[in-house]
């Protein structure tokens, strides 16, 4: 992460000649939250990838002889109508989960910046078309607007995927758009014009390197809420197919055991709680650690 | 102010225009034909298919099919309902009042939770005050509106029995059963927007507070509760109005599974019973009504802006 000095002016020079990226990272870490966040999701990551070796029972698989035993020794979460571990079936569904959010917000990101720097930078028709699209999308609101993407595109994990990236994008377009004509009034990108550089040339080497902390910090907080709505889409049947475990179809099958088996629908809802709340906490953290106004914490 | 106005309606035609195309446009991503779902049972007779097709347009071209349509919700036709038969503007203005309660309801306690949060987490920063309230906004915020229902309804109707899990009473009818029906899932949903209040409030607050009205007020020796209420509050507010406002839209968002949980009859059940439905016009509606509903309160924050803001009057 040292970059040359022309690209990251925005920063003030590094107190003690430290670079700006150890500097982040001294804050995030001194930010005690912030790591604990981060530690969360580590967690439900490496249980997402080794759930064939950590569930301690087949995710899918019924068995009627242990329908809806509660918590026990044996099966920590207890038991759902079918008979399946419900811990085993949580750890599995970080999977779908995980991979919902990071996906769709890195293909929103994927989408998003560029677009938004051509908006920024070329200006014009360009930019009005583009912030246009953009707008007309923000004023659906995000769920609503997954939600029917996902309707029409039919039920399915990768559907509901793409309807939330999608949905995400007019975000990222915004802040890539925003920051590309923040960076295009220094002294910096005038000079790097100024020398003949072409135009993608100072969006990749000038313009982009000072946005990717603002996109980190909206990144974590994107992956946060795409997490909520791939359990909202899921729940309502529009994600995760069954019988493969995901936490938002799970609490959808919970709902109609409130009375009899109350443990089927708290244990996915903590789990959902718990990513997202670690997503957020990282997200806050990054903000603080990543801001060069603020030298303060 | 008039010139500003026709500018910024100028902003919102056009917006509005592409979201007609998008929304139009999402037919096009739907697998299969919508004749054969329009045909059901007889879906084999070409002849029933044929009539399909020619009375929605589907047998023209693309744009011709746009427009047509364009036209018919400009005229506030939405199409009917696949399933139901009945015009979709009705569907909507049907169920509206029902959200409309449900959110004003969610707004109330949502001001009330967040911004006396945010008020007291701002003049006691970095203090235990501070810590609790930034910790439950953050809890809120990450709570999944459904299951945060799904946990109240364990807890008031299945274990204490105080409140009935599900269904509605309009408040016509019965304004107390009406209320005991309604609160838990208008408290779901203003509780998901208590924590983005208060985090606005908290903001805001803290940049009056750092002001120098505030220190003037403060030497001259009025009194710490006047100081905060009279001159850091209300400039404090400002902010938090329009914001707010914002926020009421995305109640509409939060309603979709709130009432889902609580099987509240209202708009976010529509658009659910639709998707479940294959009832692709009310979706496009819904989703078309949700917008306009957005677009107009973003109008209306600005207005309020600019209303209680006696330095943008002037100009």
Avoid at chain 2, 159 to 183: N, R
Wanted: aromatic share 8%.
């Amino acid at each position: 992460m040292s970059a040359p000095a022309t690209t990251r002016p925005l920063a003030p020079p590094a107190a003690r000649g430290e670079s700006p990226g150890r500097r982040a990272l001294r804050r995030f870490c001194r930010h005690r939250l912030a790591l604990l966040g981060a530690v969360v999701v580590l967690g439900f990551v490496l249980a997402a990838l080794l759930a064939p070796w950590i569930a301690p029972y087949d995710p899918i698989a019924t068995s009627w002889s242990r329908i809806r035993k509660p918590p026990s020794e044996l099966y920590w979460f207890g038991t759902d109508e079918n008979g399946r571990d419900v811990f085993s079936r949580v750890i599995w569904g970080a999977r779908a989960s995980l991979m919902a959010g990071v996906v769709s917000v890195a293909a929103a990101v994927g989408i998003g910046v560029p677009f938004g720097l051509l908006s920024g930078l070329a200006g014009g028709w360009v930019d009005a078309v583009i912030s246009r699209i953009a707008d007309a999308m923000l004023s659906v609101p995000f769920l609503i607007l997954a939600i029917a993407l996902a309707a029409f595109l039919g039920p399915a994990l990768e559907n509901a995927m793409l309807a939330i990236a999608i949905s995400a994008t007019p975000i990222f377009v915004r802040l890539a758009r925003g920051m590309a004509l923040e960076a295009k009034a220094t002294d910096w990108v005038e000079a790097a014009r100024a020398l003949g550089n072409p135009p993608w040339r100072t969006a990749l080497r000038h313009v982009l390197p000072n946005i990717i902390p603002p996109l980190l910090v909206q990144g974590t907080l994107a992956i946060a809420e795409a997490v909520i709505a791939e359990a909202s889409l899921s729940f309502l049947g529009l994600g995760q197919q069954p019988p493969a475990p995901s936490w938002g179809s799970m609490l959808n099958a919970a709902q109609r055991f409130l009375t009899q088996a109350p443990w089927m629908s708290i244990y996915p809802g903590l789990a959902i709680f718990a990513v997202v709340l670690a997503f957020n906490l990282m997200g806050d953290g990054l903000r603080d650690a990543l801001d060069p106004r603020s030298d303060r914490r | 102010m008039g010139l500003w106005l026709i500018r910024r309606l100028g902003q919102v035609v056009p917006t509005l225009l592409i979201l007609s195309v998008l929304i139009f446009g999402l037919q096009q991503l739907m697998p299969g034909d919508p004749a054969l779902i329009l045909a059901g049972e007889e879906r084999g007779d070409p002849q029933v298919l044929a009539e399909i097709r020619a009375e929605l347009l589907l047998d023209r071209p693309l744009w011709e099919q746009y427009l047509a349509w364009l036209g018919r919700v400009l005229m506030g036709d939405f199409g009917f309902s696949w399933r139901i038969r009945l015009p979709v503007a009705q569907l909507i203005l049907d169920k509206l009042p029902v959200t409309l309660q449900l959110g004003l309801m969610a707004f109330v306690i949502a001001v009330a939770i967040g911004v006396p949060a945010g008020i007291v987490s701002a003049v006691w920063k970095d203090r235990p005050a501070d810590w609790v309230a930034n910790g439950l906004a953050l809890a809120g915020i990450s709570t999944p509106n459904f299951w945060m229902g799904i946990m109240m309804i364990l807890l008031f109707s299945v274990h204490l029995g105080w409140l009935p899990p599900s269904g509605y009473v309009p408040l016509a009818e019965d304004p107390l059963q009406s209320l005991a029906t309604t609160i838990m899932p208008a408290f779901v949903l203003g509780g998901s927007i208590a924590g983005v209040l208060m985090r606005h409030t908290r903001a805001a607050m803290l940049t009056a507070l750092a002001q120098d009205y505030v220190r003037t007020a403060r030497a001259k020796g009025l009194p710490e509760r006047l100081v905060i209420a009279k001159h850091a509050l209300r400039n404090a507010l400002i902010p938090v109005v329009t914001l707010g406002t914002i926020e009421l839209g995305r109640l509409l968002a939060g309603a979709v599974l709130t009432e889902q949980i609580f099987t509240i009859p209202g708009f976010g059940k529509l658009i659910v019973d639709a998707v479940f439905n294959r009832d692709y016009p009310v979706v496009q509606g819904v989703v078309m009504a949700t917008a306009l509903i957005f677009v107009l309160l973003s109008l209306l924050a600005d207005l309020l802006y600019m209303a209680i803001n006696p330095r943008l009057r002037a100009a």
